[in-house]
């Protein structure tokens, strides 16, 4: 596992969740009856008007951000809340909410969930959203994005392009895995490392996007800057079939680096901790008891107050591959 800064630099005090580029994180989940969509948990740290404008929203298939991830089985970038096709328009505008990106989580050809990130225009924010689709020629070609103060990484990243297996995305599209690059601007394994570096992004999430059962439809890269993290820590856990439980196989703890040696030797099994929770349930899911869900690292997870989470189940055809955890 990477990690980037010393604890000795990490500050004493509680973390603030959701207060750069990430003002809130929902999940949205089929109803009972399959017809439309509800709201299935979210984080919002300070805005209370969003949270209460969503809890009790409904969403049709292709209605509004969600149901737009649903009815193209894809990801869907919106820019302009306020002036879209986004039923929280007042809510965003009141809240300085300006941007959405929704991932469409599938089990096998059965919708799980869509994970819904909103996001700020702060200035001082700094981070990406990139999707990555295959194209007529069999590359992966960037068909959506959202780029924060990161104006001239996202022109060059406009003329890449990633045939299978190269390339971040396109080591996803071969692996349908979710993968981890710290240290962006030192990696020989990011084709953009200059960039990065320039730029000040510090780590990549890569995350697989299946149309069908074994058929890709894209990539999503989130890029994290170090100045101003996406999340706080990544883990991805992977199910290990000998043993039937889930390990971190790959995890960023930023600032908190003290945090990885008791996480490298936890392993969950069905229902234990945040990852456990989420290969039981099957669906995506927000916690703002971190501490509480985490009881085999809760008092460490309190000290530094990271209360705040979101975990995402990654499948291959039906069956449990691993599952993210982003710690904001």
Not at 93 to 117: H, K, N, S, Y
Not at 301 to 312: D, N, R, V
């Amino acid at each position: 596992m990477q990690n980037a800064v010393d604890m000795n630099d990490a500050p004493e005090a509680a973390v603030r969740p959701l207060s750069g580029l990430l003002r809130a994180v929902e999940v949205w989940r089929p109803s009972d009856e399959g017809d439309h969509l509800v709201w299935g948990g979210g984080a919002y740290g300070e805005l209370d008007e969003l949270r209460a404008a969503s809890v009790d929203e409904t969403f049709a298939c292709g209605e509004g951000l969600p149901g737009a991830a649903w009815e193209t089985r894809s990801p869907v970038v919106m820019h302009q809340l306020s002036a879209g096709n986004f039923k929280r328009a007042d809510a965003a505008r009141a809240t300085g909410v300006t941007a959405g990106v929704a991932l469409p989580c599938f089990r096998g050809d059965e919708l799980q969930g869509i994970v819904v990130f909103l996001c700020g225009d702060d200035p001082e924010a700094q981070g990406a959203f990139e999707v990555w689709s295959r194209n007529h020629r069999e590359e992966l070609g960037l068909s959506a994005s959202y780029y924060a103060n990161l104006e001239r990484f996202g022109l060059i990243s406009q003329y890449v392009k990633f045939p299978r297996g190269s390339g971040l995305p396109g080591e996803t599209w071969v692996s349908r895995f979710p993968k981890l690059i710290s240290r962006l601007g030192q990696s020989k394994g990011f084709m953009r490392a200059a960039g990065a570096a320039a730029d000040g992004l510090s780590t990549a999430l890569s995350i697989p996007i299946m149309r069908s059962s074994l058929d890709l439809d894209s990539v999503v890269l989130m890029l994290s800057s170090a100045r101003a993290p996406l999340a706080h820590a990544f883990e991805i856990w992977a199910r290990e079939q000998e043993s039937d439980s889930l390990r971190i196989c790959q995890a960023d703890y930023g600032q908190f680096v003290n945090l990885q040696p008791g996480a490298a030797k936890l392993r969950y099994q069905v229902g234990e901790g945040l990852a456990g929770g989420v290969w039981d349930h099957g669906v995506p899911e927000v916690t703002e008891e971190l501490p509480v869900v985490e009881s085999a690292r809760g008092e460490a997870l309190a000290e530094i107050g990271l209360t705040t989470a979101l975990a995402w189940p990654v499948y291959v055809s039906t069956e449990l591959a691993a599952v993210i955890n982003l710690f904001l």
